[in-house]
């Protein structure tokens, strides 16, 4: 009899585990929403009025609009920010960043979405993409066309965007921008079009995959260091280092560079012509700059390509090449850098690595 017992007890016991088995398979991931407004969350007079009022809805309304989310993951949203993302500050990216982490940090949290306007979305992705310390998907999403837009596009977005956090494929993928129903790295990504939908395009490599209605298909990744794998921290910081950009043209003067020696700022992002060139009335100043400690990156214009290595302007003027990230990336990861070293060979690595 009590062979029998024993017998039922560990039955009983085994069931109980095949059930527990058997749940967690089926159990939905948990995908906090975090809102920063932008076009995605805006509103306009009418459905075929193309003039809107970015960041007016909040992020309760954004989920209740795709009631097909809860498909897809057990949904939670919180409102971090709700500005038109021209006007995004370092003090929301710190705020933001650490939000993040804190969530990610939490067994009950398996991935995050960041609803964003498309104005500075790159630059914020790149930021999280070197400052995130978890190997869980976070996606930021936005839309060209405001909530209120005939044939919005900003439902699908976002639906798009759930499903990619919920998926372990994009697990150790870095930070990634979800939006006409492609997945792009945050590190490559760049927004193309001031207003068609299909704006968002990593010109060198491409999108690394495909989201269609909530079905992600991954072709490849960015096999740069990112998140988990980065040295930048933000836990502790409370600002960014200053870091302004140049844009370069034909007959090009030095005042605005030696005006931003003179605001103190610590470091100046070239844009230059071509493979990232300098015009020699900015070169001499550039110079100047550096030898006060002002960090020199050399960026490009153009939009795609890669900037090398140059021995008059790296070697002779002590300068940073960005390699293939843009001005406004080049920008972030300078900031980042300086937290961290102001030795011109070491940053140089950190460009050459992220």
Request: proline share 2%; charged share 20%; aromatic share 6%.
């Amino acid at each position: 009899m009590r062979k029998i017992l024993t017998r039922r007890i560990a039955m009983k016991k085994l069931v109980l585990l095949i059930c527990i088995l058997v749940a967690s398979l089926y159990a939905k991931p948990n995908v906090v929403i975090l809102a920063t407004g932008g076009t995605i969350a805006g509103s306009a007079s009418g459905a075929t009025n193309a003039q809107y009022d970015a960041a007016q809805l909040g992020v309760d309304i954004l989920i209740k609009a795709v009631p097909e989310i809860a498909n897809l993951a057990n949904v939670k949203g919180e409102q971090v920010a709700n500005i038109s993302s021209n006007n995004m500050t370092d003090e929301i990216w710190l705020k933001l960043a650490k939000r993040v982490n804190e969530l990610l940090a939490s067994k009950d949290v398996d991935g995050i979405v960041i609803t964003h306007g498309t104005d500075t979305l790159e630059e914020t992705a790149y930021f999280l993409n070197l400052v995130v310390k978890s190997d869980k998907p976070v996606v930021l999403v936005g839309a060209m066309r405001s909530a209120t837009s005939m044939s919005a596009d900003g439902p699908l977005n976002l639906y798009n965007a759930v499903s990619v956090a919920a998926s372990k494929e994009s697990i150790g993928n870095g930070v990634l921008v979800v939006l006409n129903d492609e997945i792009n790295a945050a590190r490559e990504v760049t927004k193309t079009n001031t207003s068609s939908v299909d704006t968002f395009k990593s010109r060198n490599t491409g999108a690394i995959g495909r989201v269609y209605y909530g079905k992600v298909v991954y072709s490849t990744k960015s096999l740069k260091k990112h998140t988990a794998n980065s040295v930048f921290d933000v836990s502790k910081l409370e600002a960014l280092p200053r870091v302004d950009i140049i844009y370069s043209h034909a007959n090009d003067y030095g005042d605005i560079a030696k005006h931003l020696i003179d605001v103190g700022s610590k470091g100046i992002i070239h844009a230059g012509t071509g493979n990232g060139s300098i015009h020699n009335n900015v070169f001499t100043v550039l110079q100047e700059a550096n030898a006060k400690g002002i960090k020199i990156v050399r960026s490009a214009i153009v939009g795609s390509g890669y900037v090398d290595s140059n021995k008059k302007m790296d070697d002779n003027g002590n300068f940073i090449t960005a390699r293939d990230l843009n001005p406004q990336k080049a920008r972030i990861l300078l900031m980042l850098a300086l937290t961290k070293t102001s030795d011109t060979k070491e940053i140089q690595k950190f460009f050459d690595e992220y």
